[in-house]
């Protein structure tokens, strides 16, 4: 006997199945915390990928930087992007190095939504400045801070959303977040 595969009603709703919101720009964006409320508020499941790469290496993402350099710790956060990709995760914040390859850029896109949070140097720089621990959390918070984040600008540029952070408190920043995403039919 041979069975017909099920097929949807013609007026069934489509499936709801938005993929990973990923949250990325440069450090001082104001990602984890973006990511965290954005999450909070929708009641979505949230990963900070560079906690996650703290967990699985057993130490600081400085430490790691300065054990084994930045080529290696490129290597370990690619491994991890893809397995949190993997997880089902909802919302994703992501290291402002962690999608500089075009592929990656092209596989979060693919699976989901890339979402930008576009900061200048200047007011990034002040941020971190103003919090001494973030800035020692950081090792490319150095004098090629304005150098690197020119050398990124196309890359951050290319985003399915990019919201402007500069003037805008985190909560702010979530409820443009969310009405972009309303917008465009993510949520
Ligand atoms: C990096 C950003 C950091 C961290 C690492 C490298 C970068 O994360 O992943 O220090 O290359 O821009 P934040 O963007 O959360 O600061």
């Given at each position: 006997m041979i069975l017909a595969p099920a097929m949807p009603a013609a007026d069934a709703p489509a499936p709801f199945a938005p993929g990973p919101i990923v949250i990325w720009g440069y450090m001082g964006a104001g990602k984890s915390t973006v990511a965290e409320r954005l999450a909070e508020r929708l009641g979505f499941t949230m990963l900070d990928l560079d906690a996650y790469i703290v967990e699985r290496v057993g130490m600081p993402v400085a430490a790691c930087f300065a054990a084994q350099g930045e080529t290696a710790f490129r290597v370990i956060e690619r491994e991890a992007l893809l397995a949190a990709l993997d997880s089902g995760v909802q919302v994703l914040s992501v290291g402002g190095g962690a999608l500089l390859d075009p592929e990656l850029r092209a596989r979060?896109?693919?699976?989901?939504?890339?979402?930008?949070?576009?900061?200048?140097p200047a007011v990034a720089a002040r941020r971190l400045t103003?919090?001494?621990?973030?800035a020692a959390r950081r090792p490319l918070f150095d004098a090629g801070f304005a150098a690197r984040f020119a050398e990124r600008a196309a890359a951050y540029a290319d985003a399915d959303l990019i919201i402007d952070t500069d003037a805008a408190t985190p909560d702010e920043v979530v409820t443009a977040v969310e009405g972009a995403l309303r917008a465009r039919r993510v949520l």
């Open positions: 979060v896109r693919m699976l989901g939504t890339l979402v930008t949070l576009a900061v200048t103003a919090s001494p621990a973030e």
